[in-house]
């Protein structure tokens, strides 16, 4: 589904629930560059809904604005019923924020981070029952800075529910986390919405997305190239496996295109991507191509279709590129 085909109002139409975020026409340029495009998208309540893109997408500027942290050159946005333009410190009481760069301060205790934070909003929650949430009671007196990468992650979480959000923005969370953190982390993701909590996060692993999200926009040079839910993103695909293949020498695109049930052709250097909706025909014919120099097939790599080549099929890149 193109962006232009995505039309955020009253009610989502994906899901028929009430939308809580209503973004129209979001555009913000620095100088010569367009940072965010134009976007247009919108989140119905209790949804977790994701920005997926590689470093330099927008994902994050899109957040800041919506954030109220910065303004935008053109656009709408309607958060929790409110312009949230024109009436940034309503919404702001009313939502979370984990930025990617959160700093948290070294030399305060988890408590006592918790309550400054806290302190800054009409009607907190306790400290002591979010603690427990997020296993930092026994670190309630330790120091930031003694705490492990995944500890400060929870924390950063925590600092961003002390007001009970009815929207919270996880801007690349998981980042710098090593895969027993990030799976813990995601386990945290998922305990929200089971509260019916409105989570929208910003993430550049594509395992990430396809475990979180109900639905991805996928980002790219400022632009929403698609948005739907990862299963018929991936469905919409005009093939349903993909083939990484490599040479020591050239092989012209032309003939991988030649292949059998082979749709569509990336090119990597000496490596190809090729997205077929036949695997052992491709293959077939692959064994019969020789580069240059006369040798065969030097690496291949066989994978069902993702979300990575949803974003390669619409950009020619990869995700991490």
């Given amino acids: 589904m193109a962006i232009a085909d995505v039309k955020p109002g009253k009610s989502d139409a994906v899901s028929g629930r009430e939308s809580v975020l209503e973004v129209t026409g979001l555009t913000k340029r620095y100088g010569r560059l367009t940072a965010v495009d134009g976007i247009s998208f919108a989140v119905p309540r209790g949804e977790t809904f994701g920005l997926l893109g590689p470093n330099g997408a927008g994902k994050t500027t899109t957040l800041e604005i ?3 942290l910065r303004s935008p050159d053109a656009g709408q946005i309607t958060l929790l019923g409110e312009d ?5 410190r309503a919404v702001q009481e009313r939502i979370g924020v984990q930025l990617q760069s959160q700093t ?4 305060l205790t988890v408590e ?8 800054v909003f009409r009607n907190p929650v306790p400290i ?70 409105t989570v929208i996060v910003t993430t550049h692993y594509m395992e990430e997305a396809e475990a979180l999200c109900d639905r991805v926009a996928i980002m790219d040079r400022g632009q929403i190239m698609a948005l739907d839910t990862p299963r018929q993103l991936v469905r919409g695909l005009s093939f349903d496996s993909t083939v990484e293949c490599g040479f020591s020498g050239s092989v012209p695109v032309g003939t991988m295109e030649a292949l059998p049930a082979v749709r569509e ?9 090729l997205f077929t909706d036949d695997v052992a025909a ?8 020789r580069d240059d120099a006369g040798q065969r097939v030097k690496s291949l790599h066989v994978r069902t279709a993702t979300l990575e080549d949803v974003f390669i099929s619409h950009t ?3 995700l991490r590129d």
Avoid: C, H, Y
């Avoid at 948290?104 to 030399?107: F, H, I, P």
């Avoid at 052709?265 to 991507?273: H, P």
């Fill in 66 to 68: 919506i954030e109220g």
């Fill in 84 to 88: 949230a333009v024109k009436n940034r």
């Fill in 104 to 107: 948290l301060w070294v030399e």
């Fill in 112 to 119: 006592e981070t918790l309550k400054l934070f806290a302190a």
């Fill in 128 to 197: 002591q029952p979010l603690m427990e949430r997020f296993s930092l009671s026994e670190k309630r007196g330790e120091l930031v800075r003694g705490l492990s990468g995944g500890q400060k992650q929870r924390l950063s979480v925590a600092t961003a529910l002390v007001n009970d959000p009815d929207i919270i923005f996880l801007d690349e969370p998981t980042t710098g986390l090593d895969p027993s953190a990030r799976q813990s982390f995601w386990d945290l993701i998922r305990e929200l919405q089971a509260d019916g909590k």
């Fill in 265 to 273: 052709v990336k090119s990597e250097d000496s490596a190809f991507i």
């Fill in 282 to 289: 491709t293959l077939a014919g692959l064994m019969e191509v």
């Fill in 316 to 318: 020619g890149r990869r």
